[in-house]
């Protein structure tokens, strides 16, 4: 199906056609709505598409086909096509007319005609009455009797479209004629019919002004509901247009002033609220409302209009119009004549929207901005407004009230001029309120949060005021300081007002230091300080206070001695030693009291050392802690300075000085519980500078007082190793004497004491005194339970060998002379002596003096074969009996030499145990005499070892 575009000629004229049938209804007083700014179509179809041939070839070309009498779909279309070809022309010939120039137009166009167009749409319509597009046919007649001014013809043309076609694109255009035609003939109920009938339709360019229009006629009915359900969602559609465009801006205001009216005569702002409560929020709300308000405002109904826009503010607190709404009620008020309700207006203002209002939370971008303007002139006035209240009433409650509007004024407009006068008023109605601990922190505001003013100083002595109250009900007293019959004291209370007048105090002091009031301020805050024992801020303000120059000596004074007894009690010791020299310059103390302050300077300078001891610097220790003695001589602590500054030099290593100061504290101090710890340091200090003699001497002594046996032990150990060094070998010996007599345990430890003792007298020489300590050492072996170290054996074995050496000395002095029988039979005995002597060794399994045994033995084998073989023989035997004699001899010696070969080559069995010693040498060179020819060689032993 083809449609034809509609040219804007065409346009202009349906415009004239509504516009001429458009009146004002006086008789409701409102402005009717006409088609002057209805939007042009945008949903006409898109021209026909046109043969490749001349205007005047179709045209001749369709007027042959009808000429020759064709007939059915031929001879339609070509009566279809002329006709449209000729609404073309004519509407080319009145364009060159509007222009006032037909001279460009062709002969064709210049004959052409909008009722030849007419006669052949007619004519096409009669001949075919099932045309295919006969809708179209009706479009266009009627689009051709409208440019011809037939008017009632067009509208029959369209009438007929609409009826037979409702479905067609034109059907709405058709419609919307038909009820444009209804309503200026106040036919209302037509009109909204032909109305409905274009919203039925469905979307075209004639929607929004069909259902403005068919609002207007439901209103000119009284039908209001209904009327606002068409204006509603007009309104709606037409938020979503383009605002520039003033005809959709022009249509949307009249559809608000519309629905305004409609509400009007509804219920008003009840009815709005309903009506969205039904529909669901909106964001268009605030323009209903203020429609209707302005419409009230309009008609001098002020309280109307002032309940409209509280109803709003009512339903959408939060709404970003309810600012202006609220602004508005207030405007109201004032225009409308009703003083008494203005301020009421202006306090709910400024609770709906100050900075502590859920709205002001919730503001964006430029809106807080916005309501300052309003929040300040609202704000001061109710605040001052309710100041004036309470001063009359003296209710402590309407104070209150007063201090909440002041506050809200600072919070909002914080760096306003007025901002400090308000403030300080702020302070007075709480103080007033009788909320003394918050007027007292609002002073403080006025005094220091500003640039300085001219209630500064004024407000920061108020707030030290404040707190003074404060810590007068704290103990139990009226605010004014008076005693109050019952009273308690809350120590709490007290505790906290105090601490927070020190705050105040030094704050006032900083910020008004030359106010002649500031060192008594100062003074009583160095008092708050110490009842809240803060040492340390009461010495910082005392040394403010000593400072000051309106402070008085007196002042000064007592100013001192809390800085003395404070850096004292802080451990501030240099600080403290400073101060109490100060304080001991000044005169007119008791002796008790200077006696105080020169053992405190005493103290502190001892704790100085101690915390240079802490900080590992010793020398700087040594030096105060011998600095001590010399400042304060007489001083309790000296004692303990001297004792540490000893301990320090050893620690140091200054032992000529740990000397010098240990020997003078002892001459010092003989009974100080000190001086039994002396002893050791001067033994340490003797030691360290090798005085051997001087640190045995203090050993000595340590182990004679000493009650711990273990210590006592090892001084007097290390006394006789002492003595040993200096060279006092004989007092060394008497004092290991000493040790192994009162410390027979350790046994190891002790033998070898005894041992020692046994070489001193083998050096000696003194073979008495080494028998019995070598006695001694077997014996305290032999008590001894339990294994034995290889240490213990060898000293035991050592002493056993000693004793045995007599036994081979004795055996080898016994010389085989006649009576043969009777000297074999004594050397024999000696020998047998000697023999278990050295069997004995043996079992220590010691290898030096296991080899040195054997070695022994062997040899007492072999000098018994040999004393046999030099032994005396009998006189008067002839040689036969002497070689017989001789014979018989060396059968007896034989076998002991082969004893003695036997032992030495034990000896030499050990060489393959890894074991060499002079013993085993000795058994070597034995064997090597008595059988040369095996052990006389080198090679023979080196084997052996292998």
Partial sequence: MKRVLVHPVLRVSVLS?????????SDEGDREPTLANMADRTDIPPKAPLPEVTVEQAMEGYQRVLQRNATGKTRAEAMRRMADLMMRLAETKMLAEADGDLSKLTPVQANASYQQAIDLYKQLLQEFPDYGDKAGVFYQLAKAYDLTAERDASLQALASLALEYPADLHSAEAQFRRGEAAFVARQWQEAENAYTAVLQAGESAF??????????????????????????????????????????RDLRDDTL?????????????????AFFASKGERPYEADVYRALANLYLDQERFADAADTYNTFITVHPLDSEAPSFSTAIIETYQRGGFPT????????????????????????????EQLLPQLKGHIRDVATHYHAKAQKSKVPEEYRVAAKWYREYLDTFPSEPEAPE????????????????????????????????????????????????LMNLASGKDEAGKAVKGGETNAEALNRWQRESIRAGVRYVDAFTADPKAANVLQQVQQWQLAQQDIAGAVATSRRL?????????QQREAKVVIANGEFDLQNWQAAETAYGELLALTGWDNKTEQQYHERRASSIYKQAEMAVVAGDKQGAIDQFLRLGQVEPNASVRANAEYDAGALLLEVADFPAA?????????????????KGISEKLAFAYEQSQQWGQAAQEYAAISQTSTDPEFARATLQRAAEYQEKSGQKAVAINTWKDYVKRFPQPFEEAQEVRAKIARYYADQKDTRELSDWRKAILDSYNKQGGDKSPRMKYLAAQSEFFFSEPLMDNFRQVQLKLPLNKTLKTKRAAMQKALDAYEKINGYQVAEYTTAATHRIGEIYRILAKDLMNSERPKGLDQDALDEYNVLLEEQA?????????????????IRDGVYTEWIEKSVTSLRELQPARYGKTEYVETVYE
Avoid at 257 to 273: C, K
Avoid at 341 to 368: H, I, M, Q
Avoid at 450 to 465: D, F, I, R
Avoid at 660 to 675: A, G, I, S
């Fill in 659 to 675: 000397i010098t100061v240990f020997e003078r504290f002892r001459q010092m101090y003989p009974k100080h519980e000190l001086v």
């Fill in 341 to 368: 309700k203005v301020l009421p207006a202006k306090e709910d203002f400024a609770e709906r929207y100050g900075r502590r209002s859920e709205f002001w939370a919730r503001a964006r971008g430029n809106t807080r």
């Fill in 546 to 554: 000593v400072q000051m120059p309106q402070a008085t000596n007196a």
């Fill in 257 to 273: 002033r519309v629905m305004a009216l409609s509400f009007a005569n509804l219920e008003g702002a009840v009815s709005i609220r």
């Fill in 894 to 910: 034989f076998p002991f030499e082969d004893k003695a070969i036997e032992f030495f080559s034990v000896n030499l069995s050990y």
């Fill in 17 to 25: 056609l509504v516009l001429s049938g458009c009146i004002t209804m």
């Fill in 422 to 469: 308000l403030h300080y008023l702020l302070a007075d109605t709480l103080l007033d309120a009788k909320a003394i601990d918050e007027a007292a922190i609002e002073y403080e505001k006025v005094a220091y949060d500003y640039p300085p003013h001219a209630k500064s100083e004024q407000a920061g002595y108020a707030a030290l005021g404040s707190y003074g109250r």
């Fill in 207 to 248: 929607n929004d002004q069909a259902r403005y229009k068919r609002g207007w006629a439901r209103y000119k009915r009284g039908d209001y509901e209904y009327a606002l359900d068409d204006f509603q969602p007009l309104l709606e559609r037409l938020r979503r247009r383009d605002e520039r465009d003033i005809q959709v």
